[in-house]
């Protein structure tokens, strides 16, 4: 199995000091930030603008930006994204789009690609673009707030990537986002998940060293 990843999301961060945030996260020697871009018609919340990870960029962060697009029209926004400073693009299966092109968009301009999918969409949403990306985001909550209750009933999607992912030899990452702390992220890891979002769980967590450490254990 991959290397276990625990990617804090910024989103559940206190906004006045996004900067502080992200040095949070590099100061317990984690190299993943994951950036929720919300815009109010695909999911019913706003979030940051590509003008934030250039900030974050300014203020001298090194971070993997893990940046998921939660937007109706997610290709429209990859030059943006790209010049902002993320490494990372993950846009999202449900919209309609060429997806296909987006993603050569994404990786023309030096990023990775990921797609995602929502907890009510099956897993054969994204098969046709399994060799298109490196990172299959499974959204364990329905996308657009924080701090939701972890849906058990989304494990066996996860499983289903896992064993697509090893009979296609395929070197891709399985993520997951929504109500992870430690008990649901072994669940999900279980599953074959290995790269894990956290958010609320995270930034609430007295002992952050502990927390982190507690998914390199996984």
Same mark, same amino acid.
């Given at each position: 199995?991959?290397? %276990?990843?625990?990617? %804090?999301? +910024?989103? *559940?961060? $206190?906004?006045?000091?996004?900067?502080?945030? #992200? /040095?949070?996260?590099?100061? +317990?020697?984690?190299?993943?930030?994951?950036? $929720?871009?919300? $815009?109010?018609?695909?999911?019913?919340?706003?979030?940051?603008? %590509?003008?934030?990870?250039?900030?974050?960029?300014?203020?001298?962060?090194?971070?993997?930006?893990?940046?998921?697009?939660?937007?109706? /029209?997610?290709?429209?926004?990859?030059? *943006? !994204?790209?010049?902002?400073? *993320?490494?990372?693009?993950?846009?999202? @299966?449900?919209?309609?789009?060429?997806?296909?092109?987006?993603? &050569? *968009?994404?990786?023309?301009?030096?990023? &990775?690609?990921?797609?995602? +999918?929502?907890?009510?969409?099956?897993?054969? #949403?994204?098969?046709?673009?399994?060799?298109?990306?490196?990172? @299959?985001?499974?959204?364990?909550?329905?996308?657009? !707030?924080?701090?939701?209750?972890?849906?058990?009933? @989304? +494990?066996?999607?996860?499983?289903?990537?896992?064993?697509?992912?090893?009979? &296609?030899?395929?070197?891709?990452?399985?993520?997951?986002?929504?109500?992870?702390?430690?008990?649901?992220?072994?669940?999900?890891?279980?599953?074959?998940?290995?790269? !894990?979002?956290?958010?609320?769980?995270?930034?609430?967590?007295?002992?952050? #060293?502990? !927390?982190?450490?507690?998914?390199?254990?996984?």
């Amino acid at each position: 199995m991959n290397k %276990p990843i625990l990617a %804090p999301s +910024l989103l *559940a961060g $206190d906004h006045g000091a996004l900067a502080e945030g #992200a /040095e949070t996260v590099a100061r +317990l020697g984690l190299e993943w930030l994951h950036l $929720d871009i919300m $815009d109010g018609h695909f999911v019913p919340n706003l979030s940051f603008g %590509p003008q934030t990870l250039a900030a974050l960029r300014r203020h001298g962060s090194k971070l993997f930006f893990d940046t998921h697009l939660m937007l109706s /029209e997610p290709h429209l926004f990859v030059d *943006a !994204f790209a010049k902002a400073g *993320a490494d990372r693009i993950t846009i999202h @299966v449900e919209p309609a789009f060429d997806h296909a092109a987006a993603f &050569r *968009a994404i990786r023309a301009r030096g990023c &990775r690609a990921g797609i995602c +999918l929502k907890p009510g969409t099956p897993a054969a #949403a994204v098969e046709p673009f399994l060799d298109q990306v490196d990172l @299959v985001l499974v959204m364990t909550v329905e996308p657009g !707030f924080g701090g939701q209750e972890f849906r058990e009933d @989304v +494990l066996p999607k996860i499983g289903e990537l896992d064993r697509w992912r090893a009979a &296609r030899g395929l070197e891709l990452r399985i993520e997951v986002d929504g109500g992870i702390e430690p008990a649901t992220a072994a669940m999900c890891r279980a599953k074959g998940a290995d790269t !894990f979002v956290t958010g609320t769980a995270f930034f609430a967590a007295q002992d952050k #060293a502990a !927390f982190a450490a507690a998914f390199a254990a996984l």
